[in-house]
Structure formats: C-alpha cells, structure tokens
C-alpha cells in the first residue's frame, strides 16, 4: 500500500507528461510528505495518529507565556509522559519536575526530525516565535524564527503525518482590516515582521494542508493574559503587568493610550480552545484558520473594573509610540462566528471574571509570601 501510495503521489507531483491534467490530490492525502522528502523517505510514514489512542505531543517555545500552561492541561489529558515540552531556553525546576523537557532549537531542522522521530511524536503544537514588540526591536532573528523556523516546522509535520497547531494573531491584521469586527476572511496587510510572518504562517499551513494533505490547525489568538506566566513581549502585554504592578505598588504606568481597545482572552479560555480545536473532528472544519474571541476592553475599562475591588489604584500614561502604532493598526475587536459555529467555540471568561480571577490569584500569593 504504502509503495503505491508513494508511486501515485509521486506521480500527482510531476504529473502525467502531455496531458495536462491536474495532480492526484486525493492520492496525495493519503500520505504524508513535503518538498523536502518526495523522494528518499516517502516510505518512511508508518507512523499515524489513531483517533482511539493518545497523541504524542510535542510544544515548541514551550517555556513563553502560554506553553507551560497548555502542557499542563494537555497532560492532565493525555497523560504526562505524551506531552513534551521543548525550548532553547533552560527550564525552572519546577518546569523540568513537572513532566518531560527536551532542548529544541526550531531552526536546527536534524534535531527537530529525531526529536519527532524518536518519541514518536503525533501532534505538533508550535508555539516559538518572536512576539510583536521584540520582533520590531530585531527583524533580522524575527525573520528567521518566525519564518525560516516555521518552514522547518511545516516539513517536519508534513513528511511524519503530524497535526499541526501553530496559532496566529490580532497582529496578522493590519491599518487595511476591519477593525470593528475582524472577520475570518479580509484584507490583511499587518506592518510588523510579527504580523507579516503570521500571515506567513497562514498562507503556508493552508497551503500545505491543500497542497500534501498537512493536518494544519490555526487559530488567531488576542492579547492572552495570565496570572503564573509572564508575557513575552506583545503589545498587550500592559493588560498583564497592571495586575502585577497594582498588588506590588498600587501603581501602574500604561504605555498604550488609554481609549485603545483591543480584543483579550484569558489563558485558561485560550488553552482550552487550543485542545478543543486539536480535538476538533476534521470535517467539522470549515477552514484552517480562526479568530478565535472572548473579551474587548481599552486600558481605561479595565482600570476601572480594578478600581472597583481596589480604588487606591492610580494608573498614568506614558505612550510607548511603537507599541501604540502596532495597536492602532490591529483589530478592536474579533468576529468568531465560525469557531463557534464550526466546531463549539465559547469563552467563560468576561472582563469582570477575568480581574476577579487575576486578584484572587495575586492575593493568594502575596497572602503565602507572607505566611513563608
Ligand atoms: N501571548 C499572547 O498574547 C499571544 C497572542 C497571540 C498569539 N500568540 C502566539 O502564541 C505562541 C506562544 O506565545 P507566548 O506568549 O508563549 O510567546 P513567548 O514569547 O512567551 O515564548 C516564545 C518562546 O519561544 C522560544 N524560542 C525563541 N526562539 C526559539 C528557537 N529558535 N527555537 C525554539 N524556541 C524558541 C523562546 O525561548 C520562548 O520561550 C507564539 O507563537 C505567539 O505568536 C501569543
């Protein structure tokens, strides 16, 4: 089967000389390769992931903002031992405690191909790139992370049969979108390397899907804000330090204006979405890639809704202009109708959970700090 396989994609890829027809899509489904691996490792795809089993997971930059997270719900799931979190970065110990680690560089595409190849990995959520205002501050490594690492991604994912989740972005949206809602499907012209390389990563993850068969899962994230995680270097990342300023200080100096909404989500609404997805059956996917939406708030919302449990709070402004330029041109807010038409979306938390949530668990720390 597989040999046949093999000789009926490989002829869908240069197809039949003279007769113009169009490639064996279907025959070509039916396994798993990319341009990196036509010919020398066609044979090679023995191993699939079965619906009944546990996938084995692999999450690259696993060690930012939402990665920890995620392993751990995917391993309250799927058991600790098929869930390997992966970074370039050294692990806390608690982190490397918690269940398997492993070093991955995305941009080393040999480390990458025995990782998946030794731990037979089936799912691939990538999660390493370089964020909006980090990757404005060095174009040169967002270029490469963001898009040569992806492109080792895509291969690697294509030529073992993987399902792949690489999430995207409000920064995929440019000055050109609708801002008031986004919809799944516009104009996107971002003005960032980060936005340009998700809509990259879009087109591409789609493309491989259409083109190899490639089980690509994408959803477009908002502003993710989390208690036990810092945020590694978004315009949204204010939404996230005004929690920790406020139980520190009683302080906070915002450096986005303070009418400048944007669409946000907190971290257990996006990880769950981020399984539910994955788990998603894959007719039940109309597209490849969602927005995904819970709550749109400004800087002045969501200092006043802080204020009501704590009215000490004093908030200022000092406008980062690049920061402000980036959230000017990205939407305001998110139309999810297709996630939750699609395959269930919905968010549990609004504003008033989200800071309740947020206080509960700063206080909670600050009470244990003190009791140590
Ligand atoms: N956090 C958000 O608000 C948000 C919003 C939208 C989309 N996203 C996307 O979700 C994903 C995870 O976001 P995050 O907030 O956890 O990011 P983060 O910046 O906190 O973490 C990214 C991780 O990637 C790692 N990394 C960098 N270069 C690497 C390399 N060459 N090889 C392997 N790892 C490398 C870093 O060490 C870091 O731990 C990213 O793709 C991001 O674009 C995040």
New binding site residues.
């Given amino acids: 089967f597989i040999f046949l396989a093999f000789l009926l994609a490989k002829q869908a890829l240069m197809g039949t000389p003279g007769c113009g027809c169009q490639p064996l899509t279907v025959a070509v489904r039916s396994i798993s390769f990319s341009p990196r691996q036509v010919t020398s490792d066609a044979s090679f795809h023995s191993v699939s992931f079965s619906e009944t089993d546990h996938p084995k997971v692999l999450i690259?930059?696993?060690?930012?903002?939402?990665?920890v997270g995620l392993a751990k719900l995917l391993r309250m799931r799927y058991g600790k031992n098929n869930v390997i979190l992966?970074?370039?970065?050294k692990p806390p110990n608690s982190v490397f405690h918690s269940g398997p680690f492993i070093y991955?560089?995305?941009?080393?595409y040999k480390n990458l191909r025995e990782i998946v190849v030794n731990n037979r990995i089936t799912w691939l959520v990538?999660?390493?790139?370089?964020?909006s205002a980090?990757g404005e501050a060095n174009v040169a490594?967002a270029r490469?992370?963001?898009i040569t690492?992806l492109h080792n991604i895509l291969d690697i994912a294509a030529e073992h049969g993987l399902r792949l989740f690489?999430?995207?972005?409000?920064?995929a949206f440019g000055p050109t979108s609708p801002r008031n809602p986004t919809p799944d499907l516009c104009v996107q012209r971002p003005r960032t390397i980060?936005g340009v390389s998700?809509v990259h990563a879009e087109l591409m993850g789609e493309y491989y899907h259409h083109r190899y068969g490639l089980d690509f899962r994408c959803l477009?994230?908002?502003?993710?804000?989390?208690a036990d995680?810092?945020?590694?270097?978004?315009t949204?990342?204010y939404a996230v330090q005004i929690f920790h300023d406020a139980i520190k200080t009683g302080k906070f100096e915002c450096n986005l204006k303070p009418d400048t909404r944007l669409p946000m989500m907190y971290i257990d609404d996006?990880l769950r979405a981020t399984l539910e997805v994955m788990e998603a059956p894959a007719d039940t996917l109309s597209m490849r890639t969602y927005n995904i939406n819970a709550m749109s708030f400004t800087p002045e919302e969501l200092t006043q809704e802080l204020q009501k449990q704590m009215p000490e709070l004093e908030v200022s402004y000092e406008i980062d202009p690049v920061r402000q330029g980036i959230a000017d041109s990205w939407p305001m807010n998110f139309d999810d109708s297709n996630a939750r038409k699609d395959w269930g979306w919905k968010h549990d938390y609004d504003l008033p959970e989200l800071v309740q949530t947020m206080l509960n668990y700063f206080r909670e720390e600050t009470r244990m700090a003190r009791v140590n």
């Fill in positions: 690259t930059g696993g060690l930012g903002q939402l990665g992966s970074d370039i970065r991955s560089d995305i941009l080393d990538h999660y390493s790139a370089l964020l980090v490594l490469s992370v963001n690492g690489v999430p995207s972005t409000i920064g980060y998700k477009r994230y908002p502003g993710i804000i989390s995680s810092t945020p590694g270097g978004g949204t990342d996006c």
